[in-house]
């Protein structure tokens, strides 16, 4: 019975993907374009909503891994505090990053290949968190 229950879940999605893999060349760049303009919105309210943030001690600064290289890792950190919606904001990141790694590998993106190291602590200046490297 499991095994209906899986074809029967699995088989639309492989039509799907098939079906779908067919598309001209022509029509990868005007996607790509795009998706690049989503992934740019999005990266712009995702910071909009991590600089609303504010701190009054540095205990209360955390950085979660920003975007996607192509060749993988992140593209850096962003730097937001406890004073937000933290789960909301960490939800919304990670959906970003998948969705910059897909438009990597669709779109034939490349990047450098090198790590940006992670903050190792913060400071709180002016109700900002400055993170030090």
Known sequence: MKKIILYFCLM?????????QCEDDDSI???CEILLEN?????????????ASICSDAFECRYVPFGSKAC??????????????TLALISR??????????YNSTCNQFSDCTVPPPPVGFECQNNNCIPLF
């Open 29 to 31: 760049v005007p996607n």
């Open 72 to 85: 993988g890792g992140p593209k850096g950190y962003l730097i937001y505090t406890t004073s937000i919606d």
């Open 12 to 20: 639309p999605l492989f039509i799907l993907t098939t079906a779908t």
């Open 93 to 102: 990141v990670e959906a970003y990053n998948q969705l910059e790694s897909e």
């Open 39 to 51: 992934i740019e919105d999005i990266r712009l309210e995702i910071e909009d909503i991590a600089n």
